[in-house]
Nanobody
Framework: QVQLVESGGGLVQAGGSLRLSCAAS????????MGWFRQAPGKEREFVAA????????YYADSVKGRFTISRDNAKNTVYLQMNALKPEDTAVYFC????????????????WGQGTQVTVSS
């Protein structure tokens, strides 16, 4: 029903910036809660940020507060993750996810997932 495709990953030096995009299919995109997660090699998938359709303030993992910003453009069926002041510990595969109702910081609560995009931060 919903297909998600991430883009914008790459290699960046510490302190630099990247903007990830997640393009979603479906006319009901505006009703979905959207989240970003990341997973480093050998580690569990962890929550990064989430945003609802309603315009309520988004929320973030403590590790990225003040550095990352999640936003959405419903007209373009796209969610963004602006990442500033990147650190080597931000290196991971970043996934976007969609949930029919509400938003969540737990991966198991999401219904649809993209394939991920690699972000590598060098020191």
């Amino acid at each position: 029903q919903v297909q998600l495709v991430e883009s914008g990953g790459g290699l960046v030096q510490a302190g630099g910036s990247l903007r990830l995009s997640c393009a979603a299919s479906g006319r009901t995109f505006s009703s979905y809660g959207m989240g970003w997660f990341r997973q480093a090699p050998g580690k569990e998938r962890e929550f990064v940020a989430a945003i609802s359709w309603s315009g309520d303030p988004p929320y973030y993992a403590d590790s990225v507060k003040g550095r990352f910003t999640i936003s959405r453009d419903n007209a373009k069926n796209t969610v963004y993750l602006q990442m500033n002041a990147l650190k080597p510990e931000d290196t991971a595969v970043y996934f976007c996810a969609a949930r029919k109702w509400g938003i969540s910081a737990y991966a198991d609560d999401y219904d649809y997932w993209g394939q991920g995009t690699q972000v590598t931060v060098s020191s």
